[in-house]
């Protein structure tokens, strides 16, 4: 079946450093990718997404291309922010199901 | 404000009493879902909705109801909990079941079973 893998956390970074998490799926057909965050306490918020091979998603500085000669779809983002520490999801949609990742936690320390 | 709103946000139970989780968009999207999330598993889609009266199992549908007779909302019913249920769960809502929409999150509702 479909499934999302993407490295264990949690990576810990300085301030202004940066960051890249590796995504990578397995899924039949044409799936689209996502990326959310999630806030300590919270639910979790659309980052980024990209719905065809070859698209790049991009959002607050976030970047990630969909591969789909390489099945990945990395997030990037040149400088890091305190604010940016939250734990990290990659997921895909294919055949009216999602798929998540099991989460990356990232801190930025200051 | 557009938002996916969950009751209880907590709750801790136990064993074998039946209990529902509420979950209500405003958003008049089609399609909803339910998942839990659990430490290095992520997310896993218990139950997903296309359309009022469509539903369909998701990954880990075992041991949960779900029903759609109105658009806005779509209730979890656990009819007899046990302690592997004991999980943080959210429900989501999109515009459509069609790939690539943005899926909204509920603040999540954190069950224990004791």
Request: glycine content about 8%; some cysteine.
């Amino acid at each position: 079946g479909d499934s999302v893998t993407q490295m264990e956390g949690p990576v810990t970074l300085s301030e202004e450093a940066f960051l890249t998490i590796n995504c990578t799926y397995t899924a039949t057909g044409y799936p689209s990718l996502f990326w959310y965050v999630q806030y300590p306490g919270e639910g979790l918020q659309l980052l980024l997404k990209a719905t065809k091979a070859d698209d790049k998603g991009s959002n607050k500085g976030f970047e990630a291309t969909y591969r789909k000669e390489t099945t990945s779809f990395h997030l990037e983002k040149g400088s890091v922010q305190v604010s940016d520490s939250a734990v990290y999801f990659c997921a895909l949609s294919n055949f009216n199901k999602f798929y998540f990742g099991s989460g990356t936690k990232l801190n930025v320390k200051p | 404000e557009a938002q996916v709103t969950q009751n209880p946000r907590y709750l801790i139970t136990v064993t074998g009493k039946k209990l529902t989780v509420t979950c209500s968009q405003n958003m008049n999207h089609e399609y909803m879902s339910w998942y839990r999330q659990d430490p290095g598993l992520g997310l896993r889609q218990i139950y997903y909705s296309m359309n009022v009266e469509v539903t369909d199992k998701g990954d880990v549908p075992e041991g949960y109801k779900v029903s759609r007779k109105e658009k806005r909302n779509f209730p979890l019913i656990l009819e007899s909990p046990s302690p592997n249920q004991t999980s943080l769960y959210f429900c989501a809502s999109s515009l459509s079941y069609q790939g690539g929409h943005e899926q909204y999150f509920g603040p999540g509702t954190r069950l224990t079973v004791t």
